[in-house]
């Protein structure tokens, strides 16, 4: 089974710059004749999150064009630069499922890796949230499939990956779902987004991973001292490989023209 993971899109209105520098919609086509191209085709496709920039229902929608052209299934959970029922209205309860309670909280079955998808969006907040509810829902999931290996998308990563995405912004209730998530040895990975950065980090008997933005990477500065800000960078995405050796292996793609493919010689 191949995943291939998009995140932190930022996609503005049709002819608009994300921050007024970078041209994130065209970063998208790329990612999408990329993925398109990919052999063997990738079966599903995820989207962890700021899809939009400013929660606007015309960059939803133009985004929405754009993926379209996707030709795999496609999987939506929200970031803190959307608007969740923006993201649902626009691109529908196949993509961007809304619970009952009003989250973007469902579960991916058809695949021979299942995925949860978790809503940490925190309405008016930068940094994630998940309720006791919420987890109470999280554990009820995991519990239908104990032996199934599963993956959760979500956009906040859950612990604090030294960059001030993370140790600003915050996530409540990281700490209960952490403490949920290590009682599950069958959660290979959490995959978020939101740092706009590759990380991969051992957490609580998983690997967090966090993908790279298609666009806009952020400045990478460790001492505490920077604010925020980031590079335009090349189109990249990750591609998820769940092996017969039932290994995930991650392969961050970079969409570039590159000399080559040369022998080794
Ligand atoms: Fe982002
Ligand atoms: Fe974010």
């Not at 606007?56 to 630069?81: D, R």
């Not at 920077?226 to 392969?251: E, V």
Request: with cysteine; net charge negative; proline share 6%.
């Amino acid at each position: 089974m191949l995943i291939a993971q998009l995140s932190d899109t930022h996609i503005m209105a049709p002819g608009e710059k994300t921050c007024g520098v970078a041209e994130m919609d065209a970063h998208l086509r790329r990612c999408v004749e990329s993925i398109n191209a990919v052999l063997p085709k990738p079966d599903i496709v995820l989207v962890t999150g700021d899809v939009t920039h400013k929660f606007k229902e015309e960059e939803a929608q133009h985004a929405a064009v754009i993926l379209s052209q996707l030709e795999m299934p496609l999987f939506i959970v929200p970031g803190n630069h959307d608007d969740r029922q923006v993201l649902s209205r626009v691109f529908g309860p196949e993509i961007c499922p809304l619970s009952d309670e009003g989250y973007v909280d469902y579960v991916i079955d058809a695949y021979p890796v299942r995925i949860i998808a978790l809503d940490t969006l925190h309405v008016g907040h930068a940094g994630g949230h998940i309720s006791a509810a919420r987890l109470d829902w999280l554990r009820a999931q995991l519990d239908d499939a104990t032996e199934q290996p599963t993956v959760i998308m979500a956009h906040h990563p859950p612990l604090d990956i030294g960059v001030p995405e993370t140790y600003e912004d915050g996530f409540s209730g990281a700490g209960d779902l952490g403490q949920l998530i290590a009682q599950y040895p069958n959660i290979e990975r959490v995959l978020c987004g939101h740092v706009h950065l590759h990380t991969n980090s051992r957490w609580r008997g998983t690997v967090v991973t966090t993908a790279p933005s298609i666009g806009m990477q952020l400045t990478l500065d460790l001492s505490g001292t920077d604010a925020s800000r980031f590079f335009l960078s090349d189109p990249a995405y990750l591609l998820h490989h769940w092996t017969a050796d039932q290994a995930l292996i991650t392969h961050p793609i970079q969409v570039t023209d590159l000399d080559g493919p040369f022998h080794f010689t």
